[in-house]
Every structure is written in structure tokens, then in C-alpha cells.
């Protein structure tokens, strides 16, 4: 699959798995994405992601969008609304039903912690630097 097809292919697990019907997500859902991506390709230091990490892309990328937007309804929703908490590593937010005012986004080593706590699955694509 090309980087498209795999961003398009890696949206519809996420939408599926947050149960998300409509598309207003979809251009804030595809920047975590491609992000994720870029971190993945990174920290494996390869060009391309092999087609078997798409489920691992999406987990993380589900992963990394619960804990840096907890306030957005459908988001939240997904959670379980009322009271839910959300850990990801040592990062963890409480949350209301989505429309709560209390919480800001967490700081983008969320989405660092998210990759590391893959390390097991991205490990065995990881490549050396020469």
C-alpha cells in the first residue's frame, strides 16, 4: 500500500474502533495519524511502514488521540463518558462526559509515551543507522 492508502486504511480502524460515523473528525483524526506515522518510520528508521504495523498505527494512534483530546464528545464518548479515565504509560486523564470544561491537552510527549509503550511491536521492525 502506498502512504495514502495506508493513512486512508489506518482512518477507517480508527473511526470503526472510536465509533465515529460522521466525518467532521477526519481531518484532525488524519493529523494524528500521519504524525503517529512519522514517529513510527522514526523510531524503526525506515521509509515506509510495513503494511502488518496498520493495526499496531491504529491502536496508538486511538491511543494518542484519547489522552491529547479528551474533551471532544465523540472521543470522550468512545472512553465511556461519565467519570472515565484514560492511562497511557504514566500519563492518565480523567474526564466527564466531553462536554467538561477542566481539562487542557496534554503535551505532545503523550504521543512520545504512546510510541514507546509499542516498543514491542515496533521493535522487531526496527532498523540500524549506518
Known amino acids: 500500500m502506498t502512504w495514502d492508502e495506508q493513512i486512508t486504511e489506518v482512518l477507517k480502524i480508527v473511526k470503526l474502533r472510536l ?17 503517529i506515522g512519522w514517529r513510527i518510520k522514526h523510531y524503526c528508521n525506515i521509509s515506509t511502514i510495513p503494511d502488518d504495523l496498520i493495526y499496531v498505527w491504529a491502536s496508538m494512534t486511538i491511543d494518542a488521540v484519547r489522552v491529547d483530546l479528551p474533551n471532544v464528545d ?8 461519565g467519570g472515565a479515565n484514560v492511562k497511557v504509560g504514566d ?40
Open 19 to 35: 465509533q465515529i460515523v460522521d466525518a467532521t473528525q477526519d481531518a484532525l483524526i488524519t493529523s494524528y495519524i500521519t504524525e
Open 74 to 81: 465523540e472521543i470522550a464518548d468512545s472512553v465511556g463518558g
Open 91 to 130: 500519563t492518565s486523564v480523567s474526564g466527564g462526559s466531553g462536554s467538561g470544561g477542566g481539562l487542557s491537552n496534554t503535551a505532545k510527549s503523550a504521543i512520545d509515551q504512546v510510541v514507546f509503550n509499542y516498543k514491542m511491536d515496533l521493535h522487531r521492525y526496527r532498523r540500524l543507522r549506518w
